[in-house]
């Protein structure tokens, strides 16, 4: 999908990362065995210039991104499945290098990196996969997901004609496809694969290497196809994938995409429903509306396979998060959110429109469209066969008014910048613009960390703490000394986010700013992405770059003695490169030190001796791993200490009851790294956006989206909760650990739950008058002309309370529904009667309860708000 490389000024321009969407067609159990897609012995993917074909049968594929590391395997089953459950076909997956390939020739595949348990999962549920091999991933992944350590191999460029890439490229492509032979996951083989991809979005970048660049874009598809999987290859935005790769289109919008051979199908790898965050910046938000908005036009426009980038975004655990800048949730604002559970209502708005497009999905793939024009924005593509078969699109282009058309000599109204569908041509079944499904109510309900160690107050107090404190600057045995400034990038080699530059500068006691008692300034320049400066162990400054701006420059009054004064700067990175061209070669850590107020003039320590330490202390002692948690290193303390910088922090603690997803709330803690049971939560920052920036309280779905177009969160943390899998936890004696960078209040931390405490909706009398929940094959009867607002809790609750219901002319949205002067005042008791007590009910606007006679003049409304417990 998109990775950060550069940004404009007003658009957050990411050059996006596709995402892999393995889809399984099949469970090995025979009694799962889909015979439409299936055979025992294996199934045929071919294609031609209208859809994939799968044992002779067209396709029309939804796909799902679901990234298997950004999960943990507990969860799996029920990504897969919920993604079933929103009409999705298709699970694809990035495989993930750096993950895999830890140093040359030694493999890991345990844990949230078991790519073929995530497969067989996926094949399982009766599902297909597309493997993006890659083996570039770029999608937000620290260093684009190639391992750091290709970047030291001799004569090593990435991405272009340079033999040691690709060699280790190949070696590295080809155990994978052997691995999925070895396991049978092809679909050639009876597995859930059915495409493959090499190098992703290489053409946007192609250029700047120039004919390195193009003979390395005709090797990769050579060697691909050389690989013998059985089933196609494709390239994402490769402009010159050569036969028979199919190259296929990354974008918000896909609908005017032609592949380079009229031969070839029109595939979206990348249909990006969401956006994602950098910490200190807003937060992006993409309408259902639009979503749905460039989906059915898609499929309006001839295309055949559609993949959400994301679908379930995740989380970047540990130090995965690339960018840099990016946060440790990869949320995404995607139909399944970052915990797990269904996004409404946007999973349930996509769902009904998968349900829809199934239903045209025989005219759609059997037949070439009639364009008629509407109006001057407005066009119709009609799908009709001498069977009778026949399917509508109506489409209203316009950003900002609605429309009536007339088609086949009945009247229609499209809202603005919506596609209505009409499956028999005649009965409008969807529109994108109107949302029909429920909203859920969604709280971070926050608990404290109960302490193993029963107390009656069972609060933060009632742990016990221990506690480690880092030296600021150099401990231990100097790694090594040198003139003037080494690259952070080069000399970690990513080992650790941490670097210290230590030198010292003597003041003599007649300088003016001891005199005055006033401060020195320290001007530094870095190249990114973030610091700490110590003078004579104290804290006294701190800077960064952000997600647009990597590098940075900032000048900070510093006090001095007289003597000698010990300078240490702890050099940050926060996740590393993502793409762009040669962008291996981008680098980190400061690049100019002066100190001004002397009588002397400015002294420039960029050329001074430094002294250099690579990590943490308790990084070398890995005190946050299972081994070293019960170090001697580790102090006890009754109460941890507050606003200490570089301090580890420990605790024991319990499960959090239920079983809701949990979370960490760090907002009054600094920055730093968070462990559970020695598994890695990831970087916490909850760094705050500027308050000045332009945030909305409702998004106008209408227009072309862009990542700023519907942003919130203006002067709050871009990330306060950070996601801890349930699975990680023991029923008690769990050990947290935590190192604060800068200082924060560690009594205050908590677990919060992720929490679905209500749900609310609206219908209006100009829906689509279908129940698509229970609409079956293409015929539309007269007898399903019923609009419906269904209403469900979680499992194992009920509707406990109806908030708010008026059938009138309500106004405002979820959360703040209020009543116009149209009210029908049984609108309570109704609802009540048939929601009350249940885990879900269905409201019909049509079903005679509600008083169609009110307000003859004004097009009727219904507007619920209901609690769960």
């Known amino acids: 999908m998109k990775t950060m490389s550069h940004f404009s000024s007003n658009f957050l321009f990411v050059f996006l990362v596709s995402t892999a969407i393995c889809i399984t067609a099949m469970s090995l159990s025979l009694a799962a065995v889909n015979a ?42 029920g990504l897969v499945q919920l993604a079933k459950e929103g009409g999705v076909d298709v699970i694809e997956t990035y495989v993930f290098w750096n993950g895999h390939e830890l140093s040359p020739d030694n493999y890991y595949f345990g844990g949230r990196y078991d790519l073929v348990k995530f497969c067989k999962i996926v094949q399982q549920a009766g599902m297909h996969m597309i493997l993006r091999i890659g083996p570039f991933v770029a999608a937000e992944w620290n260093y684009g997901g190639l391992p750091v350590w290709l970047h030291y191999v001799p004569g090593t460029t990435f991405r272009t004609d340079s033999e040691p890439f690709k060699h280790y490229m190949q070696k590295f492509m080809t155990y994978i496809v052997n691995l999925m ?5 092809f679909a050639s083989q009876g597995g859930p694969i059915i495409l493959a991809q090499a190098k992703n979005e290489y053409g946007n970048y192609e250029t700047a290497y120039g004919e390195g660049g193009k003979r390395y874009a005709f090797w990769a598809a050579r060697m691909a196809l050389s690989q013998d999987t059985g089933v196609p290859w494709i390239m994402c935005q490769q402009y010159d994938a050569p036969d028979p790769v199919i190259d296929t289109c990354n974008s918000f919008y896909c609908d005017q995409f032609k592949p380079i051979s009229p031969n070839k199908p029109k595939i979206w790898t990348e249909n990006w429903p969401g956006w994602f965050k950098t910490f200190g910046a807003r937060d992006p938000h993409r309408p259902p509306e639009d979503v749905a908005y460039s989906v059915a036009p898609f499929f ?10 994301m679908y379930h975004g995740g989380t970047n655990f540990g130090r995965t998060a690339g960018g840099p800048f990016i946060t440790t949730s990869y949320d995404y604002d995607a139909p399944i959110d970052e915990y797990g559970l269904a996004r409404f209502p946007k999973w349930g708005h996509l769902k009904e429109l998968h349900k829809v497009i199934k239903l045209c999905e025989h005219a759609l793939l059997n037949n070439d469209p009639t364009l008629l024009s509407l109006g001057s924005l407005q066009e ?21 008014d609605d ?3 007339q088609f086949r000599n009945i009247s229609y109204q499209l809202p603005a910048w919506s596609v209505s569908i009409l499956p028999d041509c005649k009965n409008v079944v969807f529109n994108t613009a109107k949302v029909g499904c429920q909203t859920s109510i969604v709280n971070m309900e926050p608990l404290d960390l109960h302490p193993t160690v029963r107390s009656p107050k069972r609060d933060i107090k009632a742990l016990q703490w221990e506690v480690f404190k880092e030296t600021a600057g150099v401990w231990g045995v100097t790694d090594f000394t040198k003139n003037g400034f080494v690259d952070h990038i080069n000399t970690t080699k990513d080992t650790t986010d941490y670097l210290w530059y230590t030198t010292s500068i003597f003041v003599n006691d007649e300088e003016e700013f001891l005199q005055n008692r006033s401060s020195a300034m320290l001007f530094v320049e870095s190249k990114g992405h973030a610091m700490h400066v110590f003078i004579n162990h104290v804290l006294q400054a ?24 010990d300078i240490a700067l702890l050099s940050m990175t926060v996740g590393l490169q993502t793409a762009g061209s040669f962008y291996e070669w981008i680098g980190a850590g400061p690049t100019s030190v002066k100190v001004e107020g002397f009588k002397s003039g400015i002294v420039d320590l960029s050329a001074s001796t430094w002294t250099y330490k690579v990590g943490l202390h308790g990084e070398y002692l890995r005190i946050h791993e299972s081994g070293g948690l019960n170090n001697k290193i580790w102090a006890l303390t009754s109460e941890p200490p507050k606003q200490k910088p570089l301090t580890w922090y420990k605790a024991v603690v319990d499960a959090p009851p239920g079983d809701e997803p949990v979370a960490l709330d760090m907002i009054h803690m600094g920055k730093g790294l968070a462990w559970l049971n020695g598994q890695e939560i990831g970087r916490y920052w909850p760094r705050k956006s500027s308050k000045l920036e332009k945030c909305i309280t409702q998004c106008d779905y209408r227009g072309k989206f862009n990542p700023d177009k519907c942003d919130t969160g203006c002067g709050e943390p871009t990330q306060r909760w950070y996601h801890v899998p349930r699975s990680w936890f023991k029923p008690s004696g769990n050990i947290l650990v935590i190192f604060e960078e800068t200082g924060g209040d560690p009594s205050q931390i908590r677990f919060s739950r992720r929490k679905v405490s209500g749900a609310c909706g609206h219908l209006s009398e100009d829906h689509p008058s279908f129940d698509v929940e229970y609409l079956q094959g293409s015929e539309i009867k007269n007898d399903e002309n019923r609009a419906t607002l269904r209403l469900k809790c979680p499992t194992n609750t009920h509707i406990s309370a109806v908030k708010f219901a008026s059938f009138g002319n309500p106004t405002g949205t979820c959360g703040s529904y209020m009543q116009g002067d149209c009210h029908d005042p049984n609108s309570a008791a109704l609802v009540e009667k048939v929601c009350l007590n249940q885990n879900e009910c269905a409201l019909e606007m049509s079903s005679g309860n509600f008083n169609m006679q009110l307000c003859p003049s004004t097009v009727k409304k219904l507007a619920v708000e209901v609690n769960c417990s």
């Not at 119709?380 to 900002?400: H, I, P, R």
């Not at 701190?542 to 004064?565: C, R």
Request: some cysteine.
């Open 542 to 565: 701190s800077a960064s770059g952000n997600g647009t701006v990597p590098h940075f420059k900032f000048g900070t009054p510093i006090v001095l003695k007289a003597g000698k004064n």
């Open 36 to 77: 439409a897609n299936i055979t025992i012995n294996g199934n045929i993917v071919t294609y031609d210039r209208r859809s994939l074909i799968i044992n002779g049968q067209r396709k029309l594929l939804i796909s799902a991104s679901i990234h298997y590391p950004r999960s943990v395997p507990a969860m799996w089953p």
């Open 403 to 405: 429309k009536v058309v």
């Open 300 to 309: 309006q426009k001839g295309g055949s396979v559609m993949n959400y980038y």
């Open 380 to 400: 119709a593509d009609v799908y009709e066969d001498a069977s009778g078969a026949c399917a509508a699109f109506l489409s209203n282009m316009d950003d900002k």
């Open 181 to 185: 032979k070895q396991e049978r996951l």
